[in-house]
């Protein structure tokens, strides 16, 4: 299974999309066939394929595919990685940083992997909290660590446009297995991703 990003797209799907996405501009009275309209429901059916391409893609596979063998077991932590996925509840973005670690356990994976990990599943219609826990458990299946703990905290655009309208608020959701269940553990972790070290 490739895990590439996705350019081309399956011209059956993209039409039938762009077909239900053109009445739904006209329900929401516009007119579909003004110019700026004319491509926006066939952009629109290639963004939303794209938004969801996670589907297609086998987050274990890519641990797996730069896998190496490496006796050390001390923490790696990839931070900072920015994700944008699409709640489920609405379709609206949700927008933020994830934080992943592990503790090897023999075996590491290219850091690369990681962060493309994060896309995998954020590029599908997500609970914020599912795709933290979906993170942790493929790091888990693919490299049987020692410890892994994924700390996600985003901005969901659904309360920011619309609703509730709070513009501030951050929510933030956390997996923890193995060793990341030792306070000790999660408490180096916590201070080393609250830390300014770049
Ligand atoms: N737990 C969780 N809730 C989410 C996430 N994304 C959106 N939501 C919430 O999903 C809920 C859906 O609630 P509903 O009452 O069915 O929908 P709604 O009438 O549009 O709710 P409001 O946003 O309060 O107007 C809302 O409270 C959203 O804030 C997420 O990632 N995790
Ligand atoms: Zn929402």
New binding site residues.
């Given amino acids: 299974m490739a895990y590439t990003k996705q350019e081309s797209y399956d011209q059956d799907v993209t039409d039938a999309l762009a077909s239900h996405y053109k009445s739904a501009l006209s329900l929401l009275g516009e007119d579909p066939e003004r110019e700026g309209l004319l491509k926006t429901p066939d952009r629109l059916a290639k963004a939303m394929q794209y938004l969801t391409q996670g589907y297609q893609m086998d987050a274990v596979e890519i641990l797996n595919s730069a896998k190496f063998h490496e006796p050390i077991s001390e923490m790696v932590i990839v931070k900072d990685i920015e994700l944008y996925s699409l ?4 379709l609206l973005p ?1 927008i933020g940083k994830a934080h992943v670690a592990y503790i090897p356990n023999g075996w590491i994976t290219g850091l690369s992997k990681v962060a493309r990990v994060v896309d995998v599943f954020s590029h599908r219609l ?6 933290t826990v979906q993170i942790l458990e493929a790091i888990k299946e693919a490299l049987n660590p020692l410890g892994v703990a994924v700390v996600i905290e ?1 901005k ?1 655009l ?2 920011m446009m ?3 309208a709070k513009q501030n608020s951050y ?1 933030t959701t956390s997996s923890f297995d193995g060793e990341f269940e030792n306070d000790r553990t999660r408490s180096e972790f916590m201070k080393l991703i609250s830390a300014n070290l770049h």
């Fill in positions: 709640c489920e509840h609405h949700f997500q609970v914020q909290e599912r795709l985003a969901h659904c309360m619309r609703g509730v929510t």
